[in-house]
């Protein structure tokens, strides 16, 4: 697992493919009044676009990285509302072009800590490993609040098609 080309940059998704594959999975978040921001990793040569919440609220660190400004928590990744996504689905967002270009950029400057990044893997990384043995401890709490990665990657190769 790492980051689609070494670089953490921010991505936005089509509406019409985050709305294909919220219709098939619920773990699928739209963003009604919203663009879809998130930045991609890739796993297994399959990339994943995880979003930013500015939505703050506790949840859970495994399935979460919070984005600092200082001290404060300005947003969140939440690694469990990842989604495959192909090139035709995202576009590379010019931040200088942002209304909220200051947030953006401080999300970003955030997320490209060397131990940040390690985290971000880190965690992805785990989110699959626990979905792949239904014996793990964390196997019933992920698959309630994580998207059916493997449906969501055959759903995703539909739609380029």
């Known amino acids: 697992m790492k980051i689609k080309n070494g670089q953490l940059m921010v991505y936005q998704v089509d509406k019409n493919y985050l709305n294909y594959?919220?219709?098939?999975d619920r773990n699928v978040r739209k963003k009604y009044q919203r663009k879809y921001y998130g930045i991609i990793i890739t796993n297994n040569?399959?990339?994943?676009?995880v979003p930013f919440t500015s939505q703050i609220k506790k949840r859970s660190s495994?399935?979460?990285v919070d984005i600092k400004d200082g001290?404060?928590?300005?947003?969140?990744?939440t690694l469990n509302n990842m989604i495959p996504v192909k090139t035709s689905v995202v576009k590379l967002v010019d931040i200088s072009n942002e209304k909220d270009k200051d947030y953006?950029?401080?999300?970003?400057r955030y997320l490209r800590h060397n131990q940040i990044k390690t985290s971000i893997i880190s965690k992805a990384e785990n989110i699959f490993k626990v979905l792949e043995n239904k014996e793990h401890v964390d196997y019933s709490f992920f698959r309630i609040l994580c998207g059916?990665?493997?449906m969501l990657e055959e759903e995703c190769d539909k739609w380029n098609k």
Request: glycine share 0%; hydrophobic share 45%; aromatic share 8%.
């Open 62 to 64: 495994k399935l979460t």
């Open 71 to 77: 001290k404060k928590v300005i947003a969140q990744l």
């Open 104 to 108: 953006l950029n401080k999300e970003l």
């Open 45 to 49: 040569n399959i990339d994943y676009c």
């Open 148 to 150: 059916d990665f493997t």
């Open 21 to 24: 594959l919220a219709s098939i």
